[in-house]
């Protein structure tokens, strides 16, 4: 068995996923590490760059080509696939510091957590930011939910987790969507009891492109992709209570989805102030439909708090201030 599999979510990246292979290609690890290049229906040349690599070590590299579905159905593809004892997903335009991956997979062989947390590396054009999304936690040390400590949130950067458990709680990613990210990292960190981070900057997370879903305006003009995936991460959510869950585990789980609700509320502020009252008060109230618990417990996020005082009376007011947040940091 492989100790990592990494599934590469990608469609039409001829130009960055070379960069993306080339940080997995090293050969002391190809006999622990599977790559599986998910190509969801790409226009361009990610076959061929993809079997270049398959090519240089078929060991490890596999191409794997199937119709277009979403970043989502990669996920799924991945995991159906995978065969390594850890799995863990990288979008094809972004890539790992290489040197860190080595000590990775080499730590990977000696743990049994259900969940490896690392940081990881924003990169933008001009200028890099390391980010560390955990505290209170022991490098190399396993934890479990009943333990004390801090972490932030989790994100697909930040996230490996055992590839049984996926399988065995069928996890399956909403597809032909955009934002799903949270989706996948929320059943994850659900399905995980004991956890385990290692103070590694892994990931290197490339921002600040026009064409990136993250980018706003391409946020905007999918706004509707953002809402489905809110709505799915509420009965999630829903769920996941209903079922039980540690606090810390709970208190995990929240902050990492109560963004993507956010998130879909900051897109509505680019809009005209009473096109955005008006979409950010149906948006909500479907919130409360799918989820009393959830609709409550998002009131203490200070964001959405804001947004739904006074009647959404205040709107404009933070509509002012989170367009000048854009202007200076663009996001």
Not at 264 to 292: G, P
């Amino acid at each position: 068995m492989k100790t990592l599999t990494i599934s590469v979510a990608a469609y039409n990246v001829e130009k960055t996923l070379d960069k993306t292979l080339e940080s997995f290609n090293d050969a002391r690890v190809y006999n622990d590490l599977e790559v599986l290049i998910v190509d969801d229906g790409s226009k361009d040349n990610t076959k061929l760059v993809a079997q270049k690599y398959e090519k240089i070590a078929p060991q490890t590299f596999k191409y794997v080509e199937k119709e277009n579905g979403g970043h989502g159905s990669t996920i799924n593809k991945g995991i159906s696939l995978a065969t390594g004892k850890y799995f863990k997903v990288i979008d094809g335009d972004d890539w790992v510091d290489t040197d860190a991956l080595i000590k990775f997979i080499d730590e990977l062989k000696h743990l049994d957590s259900d969940m490896v947390l690392t940081n990881h590396v924003e990169v933008y054009p001009n200028r890099t930011n390391k980010v560390c999304l955990v505290k209170g936690m022991e490098a190399n040390k396993e934890y479990t939910w009943n333990n004390d400590f801090d972490i932030k949130r989790v994100v697909l950067h930040t996230l490996t987790v055992k590839t049984e458990l996926l399988k065995k709680n069928n996890v399956h990613i909403t597809e032909n969507c955009f934002y799903v990210d949270v989706e996948y990292v929320v059943w994850a960190t659900y399905v995980s009891q004991t956890i385990t981070y290692l103070n590694l900057y892994l990931y290197m997370y490339r921002l600040g492109s026009s064409d990136q879903s993250v980018n706003k305006n391409n946020m905007l003009k999918n706004v509707g992709m953002q809402e489905k995936v809110s709505y799915q991460l509420v009965r999630l959510y829903d769920k996941f209570t209903n079922n039980g869950m540690k606090p810390n585990q709970d208190s995990t789980i929240f902050n990492t989805f109560k963004r993507s609700i956010g998130s879909t509320m900051r897109t509505y502020l680019l809009l005209k102030t009473k096109v955005a009252k008006n979409k950010i008060t149906i948006f909500d109230q479907n919130i409360h439909n799918i989820s009393e618990v959830s609709y409550q417990r998002l009131n203490d996020d200070r964001f959405i708090h804001l947004i739904r005082s006074n009647n959404y009376a205040l709107l404009p007011f933070t509509k002012i201030l989170y367009r000048l947040w854009v202007l200076k940091y663009g996001y």
